[in-house]
């Protein structure tokens, strides 16, 4: 169990680092992928055998370099590989120690790779999330509404064109560094999402990918400190991170936003979060996260004002389903207007939405248990109540719906 365990971590904090340097010396990363795969395959058995080593992440570089080395095809990859090792203090040693072993942290390089142009733009962010931040074809399947099958192949199509097309290793210059800067802040919130929406934190993994998320929204910045959006993404994951503490009670309890004690909220994250968002709306390219960010502010000010502005929500989420008409937008918007104008008024938004459209959408299910509850509406009330836990994976959400339908 205890080998399993320091695998499980080591994979939630060393994958990414770790495929995107041997990608990088191989400029081939299914080659990394499959040689990472061997090494966390044998960590289990010798880690198993022997005891878990003192350094888990020099342990599985060398072995997967091992890896790599035995499957070279040409002898030039392997002389690469063997060169570069060499250069780190890694052409021999079977377990180094991190304090004499440096290598560089390829993460935010490989994600603008996955975005390079000659990939197909759908498979952008879905790239990025497996190579970079780890989530399985499955994982991304679900959220992207593909068969797991389907998006798998179109994983494999393109790794493949990385290799086969020969693309560089290296940071696009600065004036292509603008054109796949969207994909990439995509896919980095889509990996803060996953994490975020794992309401009792049981999974230490899904908590480094949230810590893993906003340092690579922080390198965004730093490369690019003029793009708006960057720092619209970073104070949107700050604002949302600061609440961790009070999304769940000590008996792992889930706590609905406007229900959560926000004395418990991070107060140094918020502010953090302010400074970015005001910065960014210096350079006047209103964009989505900014706006997003923008509506995370308005609930954070219940902090101070101890209510929440429900018409400025509704404007904001109006101007952010023009930019971004996404099913989240587009029910919280129903939300906020129930609450500014009305329950019935939010009722009427939230049945415009098609219904195709919904049909397996937790969250409009929810809000509208929630709506006719409050209308007296029992029956149909918990009809979309029983929807809504049908579609729950979370135990801790499941249970409070569960409550609420009582």
Known sequence: ?????????AARNSYGRLVAYLAAQTRDVVAAEDALGDAFLSALKTWTESGVPKNPEAWLLVTARNRLIDAGRRSQVRDKVLNTFKLNGLESSTEPSLESVTFPDDRLKLLFICAHPAIDSTIHTP??????????????ASAFLVAPATMSQRLVRAKTKIRDARIAFELPEEKDLPTRLSAVLEAIYAAYTNAWETVDGSDPRHQGLAAEAIWLAR?????????PEARGLLALMLYCESRRDARRTVNGAYVPLLQQDTSLWSQ????????????AA???????FQLEAAIQSIHAQRAIAHQVNWQVLALLYEGLIQLSPTLGALVSHAAAIAEAQGIEQGLIHLDAIPIESIKNYQPYWAL?????????????????YSRAIGLTEDSAVREFLLNQSL
Do not use: D, W, Y
């Open 127 to 140: 790239l990025m999330l497996q190579t970079v931040l780890g989530l399985n074809a499955a994982q991304i």
């Open 1 to 9: 169990m205890e080998a399993r365990r320091a695998a499980e971590l």
């Open 268 to 279: 140094i994250a918020i502010a953090e979060a302010e400074r970015e968002l005001a910065q």
């Open 368 to 384: 509208k248990a929630h709506l006719l509850k409050q209308l007296g509406s029992k029956s149909a009330s918990q009809q979309a």
């Open 282 to 288: 210096t350079f006047k390219q209103l964009g989505r």
């Open 219 to 227: 390198l965004c910045v730093h490369l690019m400190p003029q793009e």
